[in-house]
């Protein structure tokens, strides 16, 4: 495997299983949740809140954020690349997805 990643920020690739109603709205739901604790963290800085409760909250927002990209790995995994090994394109979809993985485990 490559040492550098070459995932581009968006890859005008289509998703071949579109997530339902209900899963847009749930992951939707979560990142919103995110987006607050953000905005709350924010809040705290600007208060000069203790360090370990902002860092307490940052680790929150992290563990969120990767549920969150388990789950459309997840998807992913079991969508498009499933399909691709269907079509005989597995590979090239399996290559991709570790990369992906590669990245996201990052921490």
């Not at 890859?11 to 979560?30: A, C, F, N, W, Y």
């Not at 998807?75 to 590669?102: P, R, W, Y």
Request: aromatic fraction near 4%; hydrophobic fraction near 35%.
């Amino acid at each position: 495997m490559d040492d550098k990643l070459t995932i581009p920020l968006q890859s005008g690739k289509i998703p071949v299983k579109m997530r339902t109603e209900d899963e847009k709205k749930l992951l939707i739901q979560r990142l919103k949740r995110v987006e607050g604790q953000v905005r709350g963290i924010q809040k705290m800085v600007d208060e000069d809140r203790y360090c370990v409760d902002i860092l307490v909250q940052i680790s929150a927002i992290n563990a969120a954020l990767k549920r969150a990209g388990f789950q459309i790995l997840e998807d992913h995994t079991k969508g498009c690349v499933s399909q691709a090994v269907e079509d005989g394109n597995g590979e090239a979809s399996i290559e991709e997805l570790m990369k992906v993985f590669e990245q996201f485990t990052k921490s």
